[in-house]
């Protein structure tokens, strides 16, 4: 049911945090890039959502290189929460500015309806995680903001991410991430790492929850979720999954059109109407206002 007509999402936070401690099996997170794929995601019965910054900025036609602003991510995050009812999890990159800065980003994303919020140890101009040349905050900066972040709200989850490992090394990055969770931050992030034994290293040195990164076309290999849970990880995420597959159906089709002069040939690979319809609970909203004709399907 749509959140327009009665749809109650309940406290996400406590929702979540209780599956991060009853969970035996890891978590399972799917990047949802705007409302449609939340709504997709939960049907499919995913228990919570991860709103990517790469994906997000790539949806408004820039490169994830913290051009966005906080205010267009709170648009985002107030979108997929309330249409979804799931606990998000939301990539703010660096904070949106100084330790100043990050309070006023954590409160409007949990006014937003944003569960977690992740943030990460680069410097401002932030990179993608799997790409070369990113620059760090001193690990020092990065506690100022973490406890910053938890001032701001006491019951927000925070996903500390660190990049560190790229140019600092594994032990370093290991260093930081006892340094985060002492700071407050509930969850670890370890971006960019390379083979099964770094993840076995990193989970082997620490006793707080750690979060994997499967995304696509990166410096991480293919490794599967239960891969993930058996090394010691409590979530995996897939960020771009949605965005990546989407778009590359739209080209597709542009493409079809352009070179046949109809789009028939795509019809078995599209949502039909009727399952959109249902999706969107296009009929809960004819039923609020009797004046309105009731929809009859063709085929119907």
């Known amino acids: 049911m749509s959140w327009v007509i009665g749809h109650n999402s309940g406290n996400t936070i406590s929702i979540f945090r209780q599956l991060l401690v009853s969970s035996d099996n890891i978590i399972k997170i799917p990047g949802a890039h705007d409302a449609l794929a939340a ?15 790469a994906a997000f900025s790539a949806s408004l036609g820039l490169p994830d290189l913290g051009v966005t602003t906080l205010s267009e991510l709170t648009a985002r995050t107030r979108e997929i929460s309330r249409a979804s009812g799931l606990p998000l999890l939301v990539d703010i990159d660096t904070g949106f500015g100084s330790i100043i800065n990050v309070t006023r980003t954590v409160q409007e994303m949990a006014d937003a309806g944003a569960t977690a919020i992740q943030m990460e140890d680069q410097d401002f101009p932030k990179k993608c995680g799997h790409l070369n040349g990113k620059k760090l905050v001193s690990r020092q900066d990065m ?14 989850v925070i996903v500390a991410r660190t990049d560190a490992k790229a140019s600092e090394g594994i032990n370093a990055a290991i260093d930081r991430a006892k340094a ?23 989970a082997e040195a620490t006793d707080f929850p750690l979060l994997a990164n499967m995304t696509e076309f990166g410096q991480t290999p293919y490794y599967s979720a239960q891969q993930f849970q ?20 739209i080209e597709r089709v542009y493409s079809l059109i352009q070179t046949a002069g109809t789009q028939r040939e795509m019809l078995g690979d599209m949502q039909t109407r009727q399952e959109l319809y249902d999706l969107i609970s296009y009929f809960e909203y004819e039923e609020l206002d009797l004046s309105i004709a009731k929809t009859v399907l063709p085929g119907h």
């Not at 499919?44 to 991860?50: K, S, V």
């Not at 506690?143 to 927000?156: E, F, G, L, N, P």
């Not at 969770?181 to 034994?197: N, Y």
């Open 180 to 202: 985060y969770v002492d700071a407050g931050a509930d969850i670890v992030f370890p971006e960019a790492l390379q083979s099964e034994e770094e993840f076995r290293a990193f």
């Open 230 to 249: 058996d090394w010691g990880y409590k979530i995996v995420i897939f960020p771009v999954t949605s965005l990546r597959i989407a778009a590359k159906a």
């Open 143 to 156: 506690v100022q903001k973490i406890i910053a972040a938890r001032k701001a709200s006491k019951d927000i």
């Open 39 to 53: 709504l997709l995601a939960k049907k499919t019965g995913f228990q919570a959502l991860y709103l990517s910054g």
